[in-house]
């Protein structure tokens, strides 16, 4: 019988500095930091590797889930006993559309009912004084007591956990649901969930409100003291970080400005009578997920951590310094191109969510970006959870990632950078001044500028759109929203719920609520839930809040997609085969044997494919005048020479000069970057080198121009 083995001693522990010298070794000169050592859009250096001794000083390593600061979770049991709710959005605009989708989708796994309204009822408009293009964009057009029994007719509000979007101020909405509960029998003591209430967030995204700040901050107190008394399982102010995420923004911005956004409705609810304890318990953060995997796990645990110390900085109890985050996948990084490859990318997105620690999550559809999501993306999306908890079984972990050295480590330079400028956003005065001065949208279009670097040259990629294209893709429709019938039906239910209305009682009842604004209490909201149930709109309802003053404008955030120049590159070119048949054609001018050309040969067809462009492709050629015949007789008007570094100067220029001197126009296009001969191909009349990390949008623009492509 052999001898057993000894884990200990016949594998003996390294140390960090034995390691350090191997990998020295291995790397041969080259510099440690450049080469293996990434640099995140946060700031931080992500290392090759994590040791223990990465988590010295950090103290949270020794607290336990659902211990303060909560970084760890807000309960000791996580996800094992109340696990994240499943809060997908369903933005169809009909109520009765909306109602049937929802009743399929909570009889297929979805747990939580997350209503998203359209812009012209977050703005407070009826759908007949709303701009054309507002009523149903986005989400539910709700306007009337019939509109929310027929949006959820069959639902039992008090039954599941809700997300409602109520705009800048949230009276109107929340009257509008608290009326529909009350005329069905029910308390809105038993409802749960979230009135989404979020003025700065507005602000940040919109650029504008329809009050004045400070009015705002008064309905957003009368709200929620209306709460406190009639539905104290309800959060009512909302913290909405989602818009700098989805305008190309960072982690480390992300939890500052949620910080700083915080700490400002903390401030305007106490001015205003109300307790940290009665404050902060009502709150609910919502963020979005991006693509950074570990970055995004420590991101939630990071905010909890730091929102625990501001609520605590304010006397608010242990209760109050838990943070209650909704996060959603990030739109920034969604193609419209292969849309597909989104279903993959919010599975991660969602995987970092969870394993952060949200407390409920929208799955963004692969499609909802460019249409409303249909029953077949709306599923997917749904499923992405339901795989996560019945077969991941991330419902039986607790904080899966706590010990992890790495996560620990980022989660600890997370939270000290974003605390820095959280304090930036302080010392300018708050989050509002800082808005009205363009600060955090400074900040955020700087680390914007950056990514729009990284994507352009190919550092950072998005499958299917600047890297490796499918050109047999079948486009998906966009079906945009036909708002001018959608405007007229609304109208028309506008007109048949007003023809039921006793307009004394109603008008009585719209007198009472404008009587009540100035009441630091629960009156407002509850004259303007009887309202509702006298017949009164939201239009009426807005109007009769109505405060004369300037509303709050600044300049909005420039929210995008990160792979949008690279869509409109290949759509430019895809329009241009339409109206003429013609597919633009580079020729590959292959020298030499397979093994000397192929392999960037194919680097070219790829690049090229990314803007729908089609090469022709040969087996090479022996003769450079073998080769600039057939480039010439090919009819294409660029060529894209392909052939090793070690042959070019051979080869180049008598090539370009007898492909110049028949056809001055033709682009030339070099493939590779051989540094000690581009200044002589220059010369010699090459126009392009394409190279790993050539600026593809300017080349493919570039070429697009030459070659006439035109919608």
Not at 609 to 620: D, L, Q
Request: glycine letters at 8%.
């Amino acid at each position: 019988m052999g001898t057993a083995l000894d884990i200990l001693s016949d594998f003996p522990t390294n140390t960090h500095a034995q390691w350090l010298a191997a990998v020295e070794k291995e790397l041969k000169g080259k510099p440690f930091d450049k080469t293996l050592v990434k640099k995140t859009y946060e700031g931080i250096d992500i290392q090759p590797m994590y040791f223990m001794h990465d988590l010295d000083g950090l103290p949270q390593v020794d607290t336990l889930p659902g211990q303060a600061p909560y970084l760890r979770g807000t309960t000791a049991s996580g996800h094992v006993v109340n696990a994240w709710h499943i809060a997908q959005e369903i933005t169809l605009a009909e109520p009765e559309a909306f109602n049937r989708a929802a009743q399929f989708d909570l009889g297929r796994g979805q747990n939580s009912l997350n209503i998203v309204l359209d812009r012209a009822s977050l703005h407070g408009d009826n759908p007949d004084q709303a701009p054309q293009e507002a009523v149903g964009a986005g989400g539910l057009s709700l306007a009337t007591l019939a509109d929310a029994q027929a949006a959820f007719a069959g639902i039992d509000l008090t039954s599941l956990p809700f997300r409602l979007t109520c705009g800048a101020t949230g009276i109107g909405p929340a009257a509008l649901l608290a009326a529909l509960v009350e005329e069905q029998g029910a308390s809105t003591a038993a409802l749960r969930g979230s009135l989404v209430v979020d003025p700065l967030g507005t602000l940040a995204v919109a650029g504008t409100l329809p009050c004045p700040l400070e009015t705002a901050y008064d309905r957003m107190a009368q709200l929620t003291r209306w709460a406190v008394a009639q539905a104290p399982e309800l959060h009512t102010i909302a913290v909405g970080v989602d818009g700098y995420q989805n305008s190309g923004g960072s982690a480390v911005q992300d939890i500052a400005f949620a910080l700083a956004t915080g700490v400002a409705y903390i401030r305007a609810l106490l001015d205003r009578g109300l307790h940290i304890d009665e404050i902060a318990p009502r709150m609910t953060f919502e963020f979005a997920i991006g693509g950074d995997f570990f970055m995004e796990i420590a991101k939630f645990r990071a905010a909890r951590l730091a929102w625990a110390q501001v609520v605590a900085s304010f006397g608010g109890n242990e209760e109050a310094q838990k943070m209650r985050i909704h996060a959603r996948t990030s739109r920034w990084n969604k193609t419209e191109v292969d849309p597909w490859v989104n279903m993959l990318r919010v599975s991660t997105e969602a995987f970092s969510g969870i394993a952060g620690g949200v407390d409920s999550l929208h799955v963004g559809p692969f499609d909802e970006i460019f249409r409303t999501p249909n029953e077949f993306s709306r599923r997917i999306a749904r499923n992405v959870h339901i795989v996560l908890k019945e077969e991941g079984h991330f419902d039986k972990v607790v904080d899966p990632a706590g010990g992890c050295w790495y996560v620990e480590k980022i989660t600890a330079q997370l939270a000290e950078k974003s605390w820095k400028l959280f304090q930036d956003v302080e010392a300018a005065g708050g989050m509002a001044k800082a808005l009205m001065q363009g600060m955090p949208q400074a900040e955020v279009a700087a680390v914007a500028e950056r990514r729009a670097k990284n994507i352009a040259t190919r550092t950072d990629r998005f499958v299917g759109t600047n890297m490796y294209p499918n050109l047999q893709e079948k486009r998906q429709l966009a079906e945009p929203v036909d708002h001018a019938a959608l405007q007229r039906q609304r109208t028309e239910a506008l007109a048949a719920h007003n023809a039921t209305v006793d307009r004394a009682a109603c008008d009585t009842a719209l007198a009472a609520v404008r009587d009540s604004m100035a009441a630091q209490d629960a009156t407002l909201m509850t004259k303007a839930v009887q309202a509702v149930r006298a017949g009164a709109s939201l239009g009426q309802l807005t109007a009769a809040l109505h405060v004369d003053g300037e509303p709050a404008k600044v300049q909005p955030l420039n929210r995008h997609r990160g792979a949008e120049p690279f869509e409109r590159i290949r759509r430019l070119t895809e329009a241009h085969i339409a109206r003429t048949g013609q597919t633009p054609k580079l020729f590959l001018v292959n020298m030499g044997s397979i093994p000397q050309h192929k392999a960037r040969a194919d680097f070219a067809t790829a690049f090229f494919n990314v803007g729908a462009f089609e090469t022709i492709g040969n087996n090479g050629f022996a003769t450079v005048d073998e080769a600039a015949r057939a480039a010439l007789d090919s009819g294409a008007k660029a060529v894209v020479i392909c052939s090793t570094d070690a042959t070019y100067p051979e080869l180049v220029p008598p090539l370009v000069e007898r492909l110049k001197s028949a056809d001055a126009g033709i682009m030339v296009i070099l493939a590779g970057y051989p540094k000690e001969h581009v200044e002589a191909f220059t010369a010699a009349g090459v126009d392009e080198f394409l190279h790993v990390r050539v600026n593809a949008l300017e080349l493919l623009t570039k070429l697009q121009r030459h070659l006439e492509v035109t919608a």
